[in-house]
């Protein structure tokens, strides 16, 4: 599995550098990568969660989704109590931006493409969970601590994002055994098919423009990033190991919750005037020096739950 990441994690480099040249050459400006981004979540991502729904309703799928939903909470509340202990406020730090980029990952851009490389649509099932558990915390806590407001409206957004449509609608034609004609299934899936170059080339397009000179030498960004990429998935995942539940459910959890930084926190910092730059160098390094954490952290995982099982073996 950590192979597979590794082999996965590589693509997504090259396909990152593409969206970098693409920039460099002004073949993408900032404002065309803007509506990329829009297209990507808004369009793209719906389809493939949506698309996920499309199999046969099953106990097993439902037991395993109810449990994705429960481990993604836990995980959330892991990750904001170790934000909260790791990152302490002080005077003249951008402790909001460090907090919100330590706590929310970039779980549909990065993760959707990674669980599809390592479980396929089953894994994007259960990801599903995650990311409307990711949508309801970020929309509350995560406003309400980047703003220090709380702001109702932006909680209703929740549920008028294209993302927990598409999650409503799957669930309805999932449990009512709805399949979609052929043509229409076909050319969704070619929609789905564009998730991960685009998502990429995106981030790829949007790492460009960081001060790369300003970035490798601030070594509180590769605190937050080291936070985010190595301590709290490490705790997370010996969380999820002592749950005992299976693999696929699990590690749908764990690879979401360790993909870098939520661009998010850019946008979130833009609109609330927070440091936009200092939020976009985090995301910038923690997207690169992702493509070496994840797959030594499921090697970790995978030797951590083998130690266990002996462990619990001998007893």
């Given amino acids: 599995m950590a192979s597979a990441i590794l082999n996965q994690t590589f693509i997504m480099l090259i396909l990152i550098f593409v969206g970098v040249l ?27 969660i949506f698309m996920s729904y499309q199999k046969e309703c099953e106990s097993r799928l439902v037991k395993n989704l109810l449990l994705t939903f429960a481990l993604s909470a836990v995980s959330f509340a892991a990750a904001i109590g170790m934000a909260y202990l790791l990152i302490r406020h002080k005077e003249g730090r951008d402790t909001e931006a460090e907090r919100f980029s330590a706590i929310y990952s970039n779980c549909g851009f990065m993760g959707i493409p990674l669980v599809n490389a390592v479980f396929g649509s089953e894994g994007v099932f259960y990801l599903t969970a995650y990311i409307t558990v990711f949508n309801i915390i970020v929309w509350t806590h995560g406003v309400i601590m980047i703003s220090g407001q709380r702001d109702v409206n932006d909680l209703l957004k929740v549920f008028r994002s294209p993302t927990i449509i598409s999650i409503v609608l799957g669930l309805v034609t999932f449990f009512a055994g709805v399949r979609l004609p052929g043509t229409v299934s076909k050319a969704l899936e070619y929609i789905t098919d564009l998730n991960t170059p685009l998502a990429m080339v995106v981030s790829g397009v949007t790492i460009s423009s960081a001060n790369i000179k300003k970035l490798l030498s601030n070594k509180r960004i590769y605190y937050i990033v080291s936070i985010k990429l190595v301590i709290i998935p490490a705790v997370i995942s010996l969380l999820l190991i002592v749950t005992g539940i299976c693999t696929p459910v699990t590690h749908t959890v764990l690879i979401a919750s360790a993909a870098p930084p939520a661009a998010m926190c850019t946008l979130m910092c833009l609109k609330y005037g927070k440091n936009s730059v200092y939020a976009s160098q985090i995301f910038a390094l923690g997207t690169v020096l992702s493509a070496v954490t994840l797959p030594l952290l499921l090697k970790y995982t995978e030797c951590l739950t083998k130690m266990i099982d002996s462990v619990c073996n001998i007893r």
């Fill in 22 to 48: 693409c920039a460099k050459t002004g073949l993408i400006s900032q404002e065309a990568n803007s509506s990329l981004s829009k297209f990507v979540l808004q369009v793209v991502n719906p389809a493939v």
